[in-house]
Nanobody, 128 residues
Framework: QVYPVESGGGSVQAGGSLRLSCVASGYSYYKGFVAWFRQAPGKEREGISCIYTYDNATYYAESVKGRFTISLDKHSAEKTIYLEMNNLKPEDTAIYYC???????????????????WGQGTQVTVSS
């Protein structure tokens, strides 16, 4: 079983930055991907960024491209996935979820799927 755990959420003013972290215990970092999704109030959950852990290929939704950066710290004991979020906007306010799985290729890692292992989420609030 895989248990992603997110941390790093909080409140920030528009234009500010936050860094989210995800550690997925039980996940094999030598195959598959880790993705960040978010769900704003009244909206469906959307995939915003993902990284393939065996070749570091990354993908981003258009809404965050150029502002968010996903990375994998392979040298850390816990193999942490980071999501660096810059120039935050009020519309970035959402619960952010980390997901890990091994079924996708290419941009499909941004697609929600029953095969994903999900974290509990962390709240990000951006005020104007």
């Amino acid at each position: 079983q895989v248990y992603p755990v997110e941390s790093g959420g909080g409140s920030v003013q528009a234009g500010g930055s936050l860094r989210l972290s995800c550690v997925a215990s039980g996940y094999s970092y030598y195959k598959g991907f880790v993705a960040w999704f978010r769900q704003a109030p009244g909206k469906e959950r959307e995939g915003i960024s993902c990284i393939y852990t065996y070749d570091n290929a990354t993908y981003y939704a258009e809404s965050v491209k150029g502002r968010f950066t996903i990375s994998l710290d392979k040298h850390s004991a816990e193999k942490t996935i980071y999501l660096e979020m810059n120039n935050l906007k009020p519309e970035d306010t959402a619960i952010y979820y980390c997901a890990a799985a091994g079924w996708a290729s290419g941009r499909l890692c941004l697609k929600e799927d029953f095969r994903n292992y999900w974290g509990q989420g962390t709240q990000v609030t951006v005020s104007s």
